[in-house]
């Protein structure tokens, strides 16, 4: 299984150096930054998991928070991804960054907040914050496994606050920054809680893929149907909550019919990315809606197990569509997007086997562990 | 034991003692069996054998259904009954419809959930459970645990042998709850009385409503279409520089149906042929336009004698006269479109179809003016 992962990460960046030589810049920075948004949102929201568990002194997660800890390690790897997606600011990020901007009268207003140095010192300052925020709630943890020291749970819970406002703020940056700019002249306010939204849902279906897959492979025994159904009813809860704040932005533009704003959903929804949208409708809210509904559904493995995964991908799709579409082009889908596919699939995946490869699988010091495993929902 | 029993009620003070004694008092059939508890106790819903509940799905299928009737009304009124064009947008425009479903479907759930609850399940209403005249609800309420064996149906509840099964079962203390006497059903002459007595009351406040609002007509109850912010033609408006109401199209445009004027001079105009037909719904259409635009000046009977005549320098022109009645209906056509010494064009005021409904109107206030013997059979 590894050694497969392995080749496919290699044909992969392959494949990716073969897009820097032969593909316009455009659509491999495009890729780029859809990798890194997909690698970023699940790792973030993986962390926001964590610090919300904390927030709320969630008891019943305590057992499932080892495996949102390791996810989260994904923020590691989002460094370096980070930085090099900046070089994508000339290219991809043109209508502010090039010449032309200063010409465009709406976008010129814009330029206090839209200009190279600002844009990127926030995406250090964002960095910064989810480094700290990971080596406060994550190695902390790690800590713990072998101090079993109860002051980690009240540092944490008094960390997680600020956290969260950091959290709010950053996501938002995330969202304005390196999605709504590709189009300077469109603005949504409500655009940094749809991102929000496919973020924890992203970090979620994440934790849940992982904890079933590792109850699948028989680690994680003392995890329990209980856990397993507040673990889905958050990811049906969730799945409503993204379609929630989709869709009232929709409405809102769709009602108000103003220019500027249409056009970024004249892109979205019409012709070939008609159809990306719809499937998105599809598999972002219908399908995992329904698939959830019943008690039984978000307590089975199997189901919850399907279901998670289809939300990552159904994730990954809607990525795409708030990317590609501002390059102008149709649905572009060939060798480029695949070798992307599997280079950072292949890499997330090897990075996570060493993460769940290392230490215990439950946070064992924590003094709420035993307590936990009584959880009956 | 004389008096029949309703129930024998056994009480417990722990949760796990309570759990312990479910099986062999259901084992023993003697009655219904019921546990009442002062709070949720995990397992008990398994071990006394309650069937899963049907409000999920009985929710489900309400839910939709309140979904669709919403999606169903507002098509019907928006696109069917009533259409009127609103923003721009299509008639059926399922965006603008969908906060109503989901109103809607929320409404159905609630109720649904709320009304299956009481009155299927819980078979809602009733006065008085037996059970809660008994001391065994004080003890339930503060930290008791109870387990009752209730009469099952029409089958007499042995006492003895209940008592005997729960002691067996380790209950701490057991109380025999009496049947209550079965209560009387209402006579035919009460149940007159409230059904006369809600009839009356309802059609006293529905009277009192009608004749409050009728004869007070200063308390309307709603007022919004009647009162409303609305500029009418030929009034003064201050919003506009020249304070004009009726605003000239922008210069340089053309409206959609309002094409220029093609026609040299009255002479070419004579020739026009009046191409609609003298129907009662022209006419009317006719007496709209002119009472609008044409009464102020002209006067209601075309007799040159309007609202405006004395306060107005010039004299409007009497169409009664008979230069005006030989008049071709191109010639009018032609001083409706340019306009003749002090009157300006109305080409920007009435439409196509309403130019040639005015003068049909006109030419039968003339010939109603002016009538003949033989129009009289």
């Known amino acids: 299984m590894t050694r497969w992962t392995q080749m496919a990460t290699v044909v992969g960046a392959l494949g990716v150096a073969a897009a820097l030589a032969f593909v316009e810049p455009q659509r491999f920075w495009a890729n780029w930054l859809v990798w890194f948004l997909f690698v970023l949102t699940i790792g973030l929201g993986a962390l926001f998991l964590v610090a919300l568990e904390h927030l709320v002194a969630a008891q019943w997660s305590v057992p499932v928070r080892r495996c949102a800890e390791r996810v989260s390690s994904l923020i590691l790897p989002v460094v370096p991804i980070a930085l090099i997606a900046l070089l994508s600011l000339p290219t991809l990020f043109h209508k502010w960054t090039g010449a032309e901007a200063a010409h465009h009268p709406v976008v010129a207003s814009k330029a206090v907040w839209l200009n190279v140095p600002f844009f990127a010192a926030r995406l250090l300052l964002c960095l910064a914050a989810w480094l700290a925020g990971y080596r406060v709630l994550v190695s902390g943890s790690r800590r713990q496994d072998a101090t079993s020291d109860p002051r980690f749970n009240v540092r944490a819970r008094r960390f997680a606050p600020a956290f969260m406002a950091l959290f709010a703020i950053s996501i938002t940056i995330v969202a304005f920054d390196w999605i709504s700019s590709l189009d300077p002249e469109w603005y949504s306010d409500i655009f940094g809680v749809y991102v929000f939204a496919g973020t924890f849902l992203a970090g979620l279906s994440a934790t849940a893929l992982a904890v079933a897959s590792l109850k699948q492979r028989g680690r994680l025994p003392e995890v329990n149907e209980h856990h397993l159904y507040n673990l889905g009813g958050l990811l049906f809860a969730f799945t409503v909550f993204w379609s929630y704040i989709g869709f009232a932005q929709y409405l809102l533009i769709w009602y108000a019919d103003l220019p500027e704003e249409v056009v970024w959903y004249k892109l979205r929804i019409q012709g070939d990315w008609g159809a990306v949208a719809l499937l998105l409708a599809l598999i972002h809210f219908l399908v995992p809606f329904f698939a959830l509904i019943t008690g039984d559904a978000k307590s089975g493995l199997g189901r919850l197990r399907r279901v998670a995964a289809l939300m990552l991908f159904a994730h990954l799709l809607d990525l795409y569509w708030l990317v590609f579409p501002s390059l102008g082009h149709g649905v572009l889908a060939s060798w480029p997007e695949l070798a992307f596919a599997l280079m950072f699939v292949g890499g997330g995946l090897l990075w996570l086997g060493r993460a769940f490869g290392r230490g215990p699988d439950m946070p064992i010091g924590d003094p709420f562990l035993a307590q936990a495993l009584e959880f009956r929902r | ?377």
């Open chain 2, 1 to 377: 034991m004389s008096e029949r029993a309703f129930a024998v009620v056994g009480l417990f003070d722990s949760p796990d003692a309570l759990l312990r004694a479910v099986a062999p008092i259901r084992a023993a059939s003697l009655g219904r069996v019921e546990a009442y508890t002062p709070y949720p106790v995990h397992g008990l819903a398994t071990s006394l054998g309650l069937k899963r509940s049907p409000v999920g799905g009985m929710v489900l299928v309400m839910a939709l259904l309140g979904a669709a009737t919403a999606l169903g009304f507002q098509w019907w009124v928006a696109a069917v009954d009533y259409p009127i064009t609103t923003g721009g947008k299509a008639f059926f425009s399922w965006e603008a419809f969908v906060p109503v479903m989901f109103e809607v479907m929320v409404a159905f759930a609630t109720f649904t959930a709320g009304l299956a609850m009481l009155l299927l399940l819980n078979r809602l209403p009733f006065f008085g459970h037996p059970m809660l005249g008994s001391s065994v609800m004080a003890a339930v309420t503060r930290d008791r645990l109870a387990l009752a064996i209730e009469k099952d149906g029409d089958v007499e509840l042995d006492a003895t042998n209940a008592r005997a099964a729960l002691e067996a079962a380790g209950a701490q203390s057991i109380e025999v709850v009496a049947l209550p006497a079965p209560s009387q059903p209402a006579s035919a002459r009460t149940l007159g009385w409230m059904l006369g007595g809600i009839a009356a009351a309802c059609l006293t406040s529905g009277f009192l409503t009608y004749w409050v609002v009728k004869l007070f007509p200063v308390l309307p109850p709603m007022v919004h279409m009647l009162q409303q912010p609305r500029i009418n033609p030929q009034s003064q408006n201050g919003f506009f520089a020249d304070g004009r109401t009726q605003r000239l199209p922008v210069a340089g445009t053309v409206a959609r149906g309002y094409l220029p004027y093609a026609v040299a001079n009255a002479d070419e105009a004579d020739r026009l042929v009046n191409p609609l037909p003298r129907s009662a719904e022209v006419l009317a259409r006719g007496r709209r336009a002119y009472s609008t635009f044409c009464s102020v000046c002209h006067g209601p009977l075309a007799t040159g004698v309007g609202t405006l005549s004395s306060a107005y320098g010039a004299k409007p022109a009497n169409l009664q006269s008979q230069t005006f009645r030989d008049y071709s209906d191109g010639h009018i056509y032609d001083v409706i479109m340019r306009g003749k010494n002090a009157m300006p064009s109305y080409a920007e005021d009435l439409s196509e179809d309403e130019r040639w409904a005015v003068i049909h109107y006109l030419r039968a206030l003339q010939r109603a003016q002016n009538a003949k013997q033989e129009d009289l059979r």
